[in-house]
């Protein structure tokens, strides 16, 4: 008996021993970078069964050179044995070295060995070592066949495992769930590791150590293929084409409890061209801003033909993509367009020079792996804030990845740059949800109410416009009279719409912002009194950016038109486009909007038109600089927005340009709201808003009910108490029934929806593009007591509706109170009236018996 105790106690420790030996092969081989494939375990780099002077070997791992591990051992490790080789299979061209560095000391390095060589013995005492390194270094004759074994490799283990880490320079940029994490190589090659869902190392690194460029340049190394679309494109000051940028250094500064401001600056290998890389990370909106800043030292000027916003790399584990994109023109804008991507490229692009979002608009959706759902599918949403020529490039490789090169066109816009002067492109904004497009919508929307919108937690005011009513008629018996009755509907703001400026014989000349004597006599203090005295704002509309043949700015200052002298101009709308790449133009714009303020004080509102791209692409300020004209008019846009808002820091503002033509963050964030569309038939509404839904917050949705399309003015009220609520009409030929109406949707909006709706959370909950349907609803985005639901059944239906709810508390009680409707009697929502749990109002829903086209409900939830 003895004996046998005795016995277990000598084999006590070589049982301990062998329970803690770790093999190499088992740590994460991802982090082993190689000189080619891809390093396997208890494999050669072929795959075939590791073999080194004709033996074989069970374990061990199978790389290439140049190769190299980083293992974090953090002082646990007794001793790392093992045997290296160069393995069988290769010619006899293959050459290597290893090495081993222990805490930056180098603990082992063999001669050089060639195929046939006898396996060198490693057995490297790691006591209080903290990091080690494994390297398998080409011989000097190129890597051509460096296959490299580590053969029973080991690690005795004191106690816990070893940790394979990237022997990558590591650059996290986050955000409270989401993580873009880029590396630089050991060549100071700055590369995109990962991004998505916040996550260690296991799960970034799960593919391996990545080799595509964080921003790519036409010039291929030792590390890098040029292959696809390049973000960075110049022609150096000696006609050069090619460009290698190298890293250089970085900083991450926190700008406040929720911002991080990442810096990446990046030097060409040859020339003095820098290219600085901005991350701006929003944490708890799960947002990131990225935008490029290029310049140089350069001998000559340095002619950029490209330079990206962004050059995102994404993969998919079943190399499915998905892309949804917006679509539409004057008057059927953001309409949803949705299928997979093939190999090969997709381009969406803006040419009209003046506006962002005619035909197609700069806002994207890529679902990876399966096809995204509101609620499930990983999926990042980007919108590229400028109001000019963009493209958006989406390439799908034959490895299965696909890269996202989006920034200002490069289509006529090679642009000049001289040393010690910046280059700076547009932002692209974008979020990584891997629940859905709606939660990457929501995510938008709680940025842009923080940061892309001015004044984006305030509610806004509703508005009644004469437009529909009068035109540009705006003369002052014409429009006093419209201003008690849409105060007494229940309005809070009248907006004066085209026609009410020009010369003193004519009315409606663009450049003269005067109040013509034709419409206004006594100029716009009449009508501005007159608001006063019924108790409601008054607002303008302005088109600065253009002008009519009969202003006097035409004759006085031709060269400050956007037209070719020795061409006969094409006039849409009988008017031309300012040159606002001239800096007086810039002034011009700037004075008269703000004299038309002054002059007028009891303006509160301005509506900012654009009605007219570019048809004469030429600038006399640019001379031989015309493909400048893109890039430099939308900087000149925004100068004169951000002066204007700095002037009249108060002044509430909707951008609209011929409807929805400059929906973009570029614009918005000297903006209020947009004018989604110039189609204000509900029904067409109910689609425009769903898309618009998908990028922007409600309250930015210039929403308004008219007379279009003849449709019950119960529904076009439900449909426009979505967005910002406002009206088009007659008042003093309306009916006495839409008066009613009108005066029942606008009491509850203002007392109950509107702060839900303007400030709350959007679920998208049916699809009219799949149902007959459409439903939506907000939720109260802090205390989630209050809610809003929207029905609107857009084609016939044999049944009611049961529609689940989304994003309420389970364990709050609801009151279900539908609105803006005659009676409870005349409720569409069967349980109107009843206090539900969230609970059971997420899992059993609510039922409405909507059936026909134009049926409509809106359902307001609150917490007694």
Request: aromatic fraction near 10%.
């Amino acid at each position: 008996m003895k004996k046998i105790i005795l016995s277990l106690f000598i084999l006590l420790p070589v049982v301990l021993l062998a329970q803690n030996r770790i093999p190499l092969s088992e740590l994460n081989l991802s982090m082993m970078t190689t000189g080619w494939s891809s390093a396997k375990a208890n494999r050669s780099i072929d795959g075939n069964p590791l073999t080194m002077g004709g033996k074989v070997y069970r374990n061990g791992v199978g790389t290439h050179a140049d190769s190299k591990m980083m293992i974090a051992l953090e002082g646990r490790a007794a001793r790392f044995t093992a045997l290296v080789g160069v393995d069988d299979e290769v010619t006899s061209a293959g050459s290597v070295v290893f090495r081993i560095t222990a805490d930056d000391k180098e603990v082992f390095k063999s001669p050089l060995m060639r195929k046939g060589d006898k396996p060198k013995k490693v057995n490297i005492n790691l006591n209080g070592v903290q990091t080690l390194v494994l390297e398998a270094l080409s011989g000097g004759d190129g890597i051509s066949n460096d296959h490299a074994d580590w053969a029973e490799a080991y690690f005795d283990m004191k106690e816990g495992k070893p940790v394979a880490v990237s022997s990558r320079r590591l650059i996290e940029i986050s955000t409270d769930n989401n993580l873009l994490l880029l590396s630089v190589d050991a060549e100071d090659n700055l590369m995109q590791q990962y991004i998505g869902r916040k996550a260690g190392l296991e799960v970034t690194f799960a593919s391996g150590v990545q080799k595509e460029q964080a921003y790519s340049t036409i010039q291929s190394g030792k590390q890098i293929v040029y292959w696809g679309e390049p973000a960075l494109h110049v022609v150096h000051h000696n006609g050069h084409t090619s460009t290698m940028l190298k890293y250089v250094e970085h900083k991450t500064t926190k700008v406040d409890d929720n911002i991080t401001l990442t810096y990446i600056k990046l030097k060409d290998s040859v020339y003095p061209l820098y290219t600085e890389l901005y991350y701006k990370a929003y944490a708890k909106q799960n947002v990131i801003e990225q935008w490029t800043e290029v310049y140089h030292n350069e001998e000559g000027d340095v002619t950029i033909k490209q330079a990206a916003s962004s050059a995102l790399t994404l993969r998919s584990r079943t190399r499915n993509y998905w892309l949804t994109q917006f679509t539409g023109d004057w008057m059927n804008e953001f309409n949803v367009d949705e299928y997979p991507l093939t190999v090969g490229s997709k381009v969406i692009e803006n040419r009209w020079g003046i506006t962002s979002s005619n035909g197609r608009q700069p806002h994207f959706m890529i679902t990876l792996n399966e096809q995204a759902t509101e609620t499930s599918g990983e999926v990042l949403a980007g919108t590229l804030a400028w109001s000019g020529n963009y493209q958006l490039k989406f390439e799908l490789t034959t490895y299965g990845y696909l890269s996202v090169v989006s920034g200002t066109n490069p289509w006529s816009a090679d642009y000049t740059l001289p040393a010690g002067r910046r280059y700076i492109t547009p932002s692209l904004i974008y979020t990584y949800s891997t629940q859905g497009k709606g939660e990457a919508s929501r995510n938008l929307h709680r940025w842009a109410r923080a940061y892309g919108i001015r004044d984006g937690e305030t509610e806004l005011r509703t508005i009644f416009n004469n437009w529909e009513a009068t035109g540009m008629n705006t003369a002052d018996n014409v429009i006093i009279p419209f201003l008690q009755p849409a105060h007494d509907l229940g309005f809070e703001l009248f907006l004066l719409d085209d026609g009410w400026f020009g010369l003193p014989d004519k009315a409606r000349v663009l450049g003269e912002w005067n109040p013509t004597p034709k419409m206004h006599p006594d100029g716009m203090k009449p009508l501005i009194e007159a608001a006063g005295k019924v108790g409601i704002d008054f607002g303008l509309w302005v088109e600065m950016e253009m002008a009519n043949p009969e202003a006097h700015l035409v004759t006085e200052h031709p060269e400050w038109l956007l037209t070719d002298p020795q061409r006969t101009p094409h006039l849409q709308r009988g008017q031309y486009v300012l040159d606002l790449t001239n800096p007086q133009v810039q002034d011009f714009c700037i004075g008269a909007f703000d004299n038309i303020l002054k002059s007028n004080p009891g303006i509160t509102f301005v509506k900012w038109d654009c009605n007219s791209p570019f048809h004469n692409p030429y600038s006399q300020y640019l001379g031989d600089k015309q493909q400048h004209l893109w890039y430099e008019y939308t900087r000149g846009l925004y100068r004169i927005f951000s002066e204007s808002v700095r002037l009249n820091p108060d002044l509430q503002m909707m951008l609209c340009a011929a409807g929805g033509g400059r929906c973009d963050y570029g614009a918005m964030r000297y903006f209020h709201e947009f004018w989604t569309s110039d189609n204000t038939n509900p029904l067409k509404r109910v689609f425009v808003q769903w898309g618009a839904s998908h990028v922007f917050p409600a309250k930015t949705h210039g929403a308004h009910v008219t007379h279009m399309g003849h449709q019950p003015f119960k529904f076009a009220f439900d449909v426009a108490m979505s967005g910002c609520l406002g009206m088009d009409a007659n008042p003093l030929k309306m009916t006495e029934e839409e008066k009613k109406i009108t005066k029942r949707s606008l009491e509850a909006y203002k007392t109950k929806l509107r702060p839900v709706v303007q400030l709350g959370d959007l679920y998208r909950l049916v699809s009219p593009y799949e149902t007959s349907r459409s439903v939506v609803s907000y939720v109260e985005n802090d205390k989630k007591e209050k809610a809003v639901v929207f029905v609107y059944q857009v084609r016939d239906s044999s049944e009611g509706l049961n529609v689940a709810l989304q994003g309420l508390n389970p364990d709050l009680n609801y009151t279900i109170d539908e609105v803006n409707i005659d009676s409870a009697d005349a409720a569409a929502c069967i349980q109107n009236g009843k206090t539900l749990s969230g609970k059971e109002l997420m899992e059993k829903g609510l039922d409405f018996n909507c059936k026909k086209r134009f049926d409509s409900a809106s359902v307001y939830l609150y917490v007694k």
